[in-house]
């Protein structure tokens, strides 16, 4: 972490960059990663806060670091500003991630959002929508008040990276807000990988030229042209 570098958001100042999502993870993993890696921010989705008798994830979450619960499983903008609404009366504070999807692949509502950040922003809160990376929603998102933006950066669950990237730079280059990619839990951010499969072909490059050499000598048509066999089994 460089030292004084801090941004403000909603009119609070942090000095970490690092937004821990909370789903689905251990607990305990989840109050080492404050103290270890020094997360200020923790989403917390409001449905889920607890879901079992013994265990309350708020318990696991020490004291100081900004919640920002979403509103996880919201089908339009009534429904997340009524979860928005239930958050705060919980005492998570007036942080809020707008999340609206109600489609198979969880892609955000841009529609729907736009409308619940409106509503939202003129309560207070400091609402920090997830949105697909269009740049007239992204304006909108702005004239209704929000706080930030937080593009979708790849599709949920596909372990496909940054798949978004010039969509999101966009975004970067024309708001005058702060961004914040929307990175899932089986995505690795700024980092890409070639396939596999693209590899091995590559590695195999030299040899099959050998062969295809090889072969285009010995099959000479009367002329003297060489043929050039194609080589399937390669």
Known sequence: ????????????????????????YNLDLIRAA????????????????????????????????????????????????????????MGCGDFVKIEIMHSKYLLPDNYETIK???????EGFIVMPYMYPD??????????GAASIMPLASPIG????LATKEFIQILIDEIDLPVSESLH???KLWKWVPPLSWQIPRLQLPEIFLKWQKLSVLQLKPDGVPTFPVLDVY
């Open 1 to 24: 972490m460089i030292e004084n570098d801090t941004f403000t958001l909603g009119g609070h100042t942090f000095s970490s960059r690092f937004i821990l999502g909370s789903g689905k």
């Open 185 to 187: 839990r089986h995505v």
């Open 116 to 122: 619940a950040t409106e509503i939202l922003a003129k």
């Open 34 to 89: 404050v103290s270890d890696a020094g997360a200020q921010i923790i989403t917390l989705a409001v449905r889920r806060a607890n879901t079992k008798d013994s265990e309350n994830i708020l318990d696991y979450i020490p004291e100081g670091v900004t919640l920002l619960p979403n509103t996880s499983g919201a089908r339009n903008a009534d429904e997340a500003v009524r979860i928005a609404r239930l958050a705060r009366e």
């Open 135 to 144: 740049l007239n929603a992204a304006r909108d998102l702005v004239n209704a």
């Open 158 to 161: 596909s372990n496909k990276g």
